[in-house]
Nanobody
Framework: QVQLVESGGGLVQAGGSLRLSCSFS????????VAWFRQPPGNQRELVAAQALGGSSHYTDSVKGRFTISRNNNDRNTFYLQMNNLKPEDTGVYYC?????????????????????WGQGTQVTVAS
């Protein structure tokens, strides 16, 4: 069972920043596709950002220029979501997700709605 461990959520004022982290202790393989999803209150889960192992990145329009997905250079199975200039509409439960297979294109095109492995979710609340 692959379990991703998230950290970094919390309460922040609008305009503030948070950095979410996602890690996996196993060393048997490298995730070729990593992503962050969020589920706003009363809404469906949505893709926020995704990254392929080669570095290609994708962001949903509402977070472009404010959020950055990245990986740890020394441990490619640890990845982050830097969130700047947060807005109240960014409030929700954020989930990290990953897959060993190269599913980046399928994910960002919408042909694939989820990856194999998930974190437990972390609450992000942005106060106005």
């Amino acid at each position: 069972q692959v379990q991703l461990v998230e950290s970094g959520g919390g309460l922040v004022q609008a305009g503030g920043s948070l950095r979410l982290s996602c890690s996996f202790s196993g060393r048997m393989f490298t995730f070729r596709t990593v992503a962050w999803f969020r589920q706003p209150p009363g809404n469906q889960r949505e893709l926020v950002a995704a990254q392929a192992l080669g570095g290609s990145s994708h962001y949903t329009d509402s977070v472009k220029g404010r959020f950055t997905i990245s990986r740890n250079n020394n441990d490619r199975n640890t990845f982050y979501l830097q969130m700047n200039n947060l807005k109240p509409e960014d409030t929700g439960v954020y989930y990290c997700s990953a897959e060993v297979k190269s599913r980046y294109s399928d994910l960002i095109s919408g042909r694939l709605s989820e990856l194999d492995f998930w974190g437990q979710g972390t609450q992000v609340t942005v106060a106005s």
